[in-house]
């Protein structure tokens, strides 16, 4: 009398996919476990799942979940959204979603059958879809690494199983053009699409000079990921919006405050509409809203393509004044001296919060002082970090999104 609840934790990514087979025909709860949560995290997703048995590699634990009963039919699919800088959180899909969302591409791209190299993580919404859109429209699927790149796109290409697609976060496309010999590679590509945080102008210029068919899309955990996408020909002409409503979805600015809808070129908060939308958050009430009122800032030009300028969590009040990281990161990036740049608040007695940056430097001997230098002048003296962290490389998940609770560690 209740239904059953799986958790799916593997990492080798052809694992997960013969586990994923087997169990989508059957009326359950399916929750995608990021392999690699921490202890605490692991303690919060079981806490929320309260399981019946965990899919663990090459083992299978039956764990004995609590008895209370729930409503629904058919294979449900929980994607885990949050865990880096808040509890671990499921978001529920379904069949119909998911579906929902592969038509939206489809006719984006005008095309039946879509393949992908998937080089990202498949509990991961981004690398998921990927396998989703395989499953639905008979397309062919290569499970793979940035490292092998050439070798699993070789694969691809041999398949000859329409529209072939790549999504990349920015550091893993900065990683392949690293080696020259993949740029041809890349140019057999549909589309490559780019997520997972912001790119550099530097990357986006020499992407283009390039040819390479490099498409921006928007979408998150809620949305079963894209429900915005650039077109390749778009970008090569020099649009670095993130593009257009795909044909599942619509997109709404609004005032955060008052909620009205605003206008071309008004700043506000997107909302979106959509057929794919999650159905709720495991253990809370369905989402019954019409419209999903996401944590980012965008705005609307007068050809329907939308630029997101960062999220609305993205500000710290410092001695009672606000300070927009985005555009204290944007100053220091525009210097030339970083590669990488993320700002974040970290709590102080006397200011509230105090102004930290972590920095990933263009030249070995660059230091901190050169960059802060640099600014004076073009940021106001509050907006100058008070805290500044030189490192190797920021810390990332496997989806590319940088960690900021991590970043307090170095502090």
């Not at 209370?68 to 529920?92: D, N, Q």
Request: hydrophobic share 40%; proline share 3%.
């Amino acid at each position: 009398g209740r239904r059953v609840r799986v958790g799916l934790c593997c990492k080798d990514p052809g694992r997960f996919v013969a586990c994923f087979l087997s169990l989508v025909t059957r009326e359950l709860d399916l929750f995608l476990w990021n392999p690699g949560w921490g202890e605490n995290e692991r303690g919060e997703a079981f806490e929320a799942c309260s399981l019946d048995w965990l899919i663990e590699d090459a083992s299978v634990s039956r764990l004995g979940g609590d008895e209370g009963r729930i409503e629904a039919k058919g294979l449900r699919l929980m994607i885990p959204t949050g865990g880096t800088g808040g509890r671990v959180t499921f978001a529920i899909h379904d069949w119909e979603t998911l579906s929902a969302a592969v038509d939206g591409l489809k006719d984006r791209f005008e095309g039946e059958l879509l393949s992908a190299h998937c080089v990202l993580p498949l509990y991961h919404v981004s690398g998921f879809m990927q396998l989703v859109r395989g499953v639905f429209t008979g397309g062919c699927v290569v499970l793979g690494k940035v490292e092998s790149f050439v070798e699993n796109h070789a694969c691809l290409m041999r398949s000859q199983v329409g529209n072939c697609f790549l999504s990349l976060v920015p550091t893993q496309l900065e990683r392949i053009l690293e080696d020259e010999s993949v740029l041809l590679l890349l140019r057999e590509y549909r589309a490559i699409f780019i997520g997972g945080g912001p790119c550099s102008e530097r990357l986006l210029d020499r992407a283009a000079k390039l040819g390479l068919p490099l498409a921006f899309s928007y979408g998150m955990t809620e949305t079963g990921a894209q429900v915005v996408t650039l077109m390749p020909n778009e970008f090569l002409a020099g649009n670095r919006s993130a593009g257009r409503c795909l044909s599942h979805a619509s997109v709404e600015v609004r005032d955060s405050e008052s909620g009205k809808m605003l206008g071309v070129g008004e700043v506000g908060r997107v909302q979106v509409r959509a057929s794919s939308l999650f159905r709720g958050y495991w253990g809370s009430e369905p989402f019954a809203d019409e419209y999903y009122e996401t944590s980012d800032f965008g705005v609307l030009d007068e050809g329907g393509y939308l630029s997101v300028l960062g999220r609305v969590d993205r500000v710290i009040i410092s001695g009672g004044e606000k300070i927009d990281l985005g555009l204290v990161e944007a100053a220091i990036e525009e210097t030339g001296l970083v590669s990488e740049v993320v700002a974040f608040g970290v709590a102080d007695p006397e200011w509230g919060e105090v102004l930290a940056v972590a920095f990933v430097p263009w030249r070995s001997n660059c230091e901190a002082s050169e960059i802060e230098t640099a600014l004076r002048g073009e940021l106001a003296t509050y907006r100058i970090p008070k805290i500044w962290r030189r490192l190797e490389e920021l810390p990332r998940n496997e989806a590319g999104k940088v960690l900021r609770k991590r970043l307090l560690d170095f502090v």
